[in-house]
């Protein structure tokens, strides 16, 4: 059973910095794709950032293109999201996804099959 467990959220005043982790445990697919999505209240939820499993280009939302990234550390089995000169439009619920099917796009949800509780960001001005 794949569980994803998100870390590192909290309180920041604009301008600051925040690393998101997510602790995947059971995931092991290399066709899949894992990723950051955030939904703000009143918002849909929206891809943030995600890449392939198994290797290849990586996905950043353009209002967050220069100032997050997403990396893995696969010994860990970890997935971080790393958010510098935070806005308080940043501000929202974190969650952490992955899929275990094949995946053509990672920003698109439907080829994510596994989420997280979420973590809170805030970002005030």
């Known amino acids: 059973q794949v569980q994803l467990v998100e870390s590192g959220g909290g309180s920041v005043q604009a301008g600051g910095s925040l690393r998101l982790s997510c602790a995947a445990s059971?995931?092991?697919?290399?066709?899949?794709?894992m990723g950051w999505f955030r939904q703000a209240p009143g918002k849909e939820r929206e891809a943030v950032a995600g890449?392939?499993?198994?290797?290849?280009?990586?996905y950043y939302a353009d209002s967050v293109k220069g100032r997050f990234t997403i990396s893995q550390d696969n010994a860990e089995k970890t997935v971080y999201l790393q958010m510098n000169s935070l806005k308080p439009e940043d501000t929202a619920l974190y969650y952490c996804?992955?899929?275990?099917?094949?995946?053509?796009?990672?920003?698109?949800?439907?080829?994510?099959?596994?989420w997280g509780q979420g973590t809170q960001v805030t970002v005030s001005s």
């Open positions: 059971a995931y092991t697919s290399r066709r899949g794709c």
């Open positions: 890449f392939y499993a198994g290797g290849g280009s990586t």
């Open positions: 996804a992955a899929g275990n099917v094949y995946c053509f796009s990672p920003e698109d949800r439907q080829f994510y099959n596994y």
